[in-house]
């Protein structure tokens, strides 16, 4: 069982930086892929950044490539997104997952495939 409590979120203006960082409980933190997700009022989740146990390969959709990156302290059992440059469509309640996996090397896109969710936090972007 994995626990996660995301924190960091908060109301900023168009092409500030935020940092999100989400606190992990349980054991075999690195057993488990991490993703980022994000979902806006009316939309569906959509994942903004995802993330293999070992940390060595993530996943960006086009629409946040080169302005977001997650990272990962399997020491201190805390994923991290860093947001950067950001615009008004990025507004949405931010939630990280965690997925049990058998390789450290593979990470998922797809919110159908994480096991445990955080509660979410509120991104909002002012332009």
């Known amino acids: 069982q994995v626990q996660l409590v995301e924190s960091g979120g908060g109301l900023v203006h168009s092409g500030a930086s935020l940092r999100l960082s989400c606190a992990a409980s349980g054991r075999t933190f690195s057993t488990y892929a991490l993703g980022w997700f994000r979902q806006a009022p009316g939309k569906e989740r959509e994942c903004v950044a995802a993330i293999s146990g070992n940390g060595g390969r993530a996943y960006y959709p086009d629409s946040v490539k080169g302005r977001f990156t997650i990272s990962r302290d399997n020491a201190k059992y805390t994923v991290y997104l860093q947001m950067n440059s950001v615009k008004p469509e990025d507004t949405a309640v931010y939630y990280c997952?965690?997925?049990?996996?058998?390789?450290?090397?593979?990470?998922?896109?797809?919110?159908?495939?994480?096991?445990?969710w955080g509660q979410g936090t509120q991104v909002t972007v002012s332009s």
């Open positions: 997952a965690a997925a049990r996996v058998l390789s450290s090397s593979i990470y998922f896109d797809r919110p159908g495939l994480y096991n445990y």
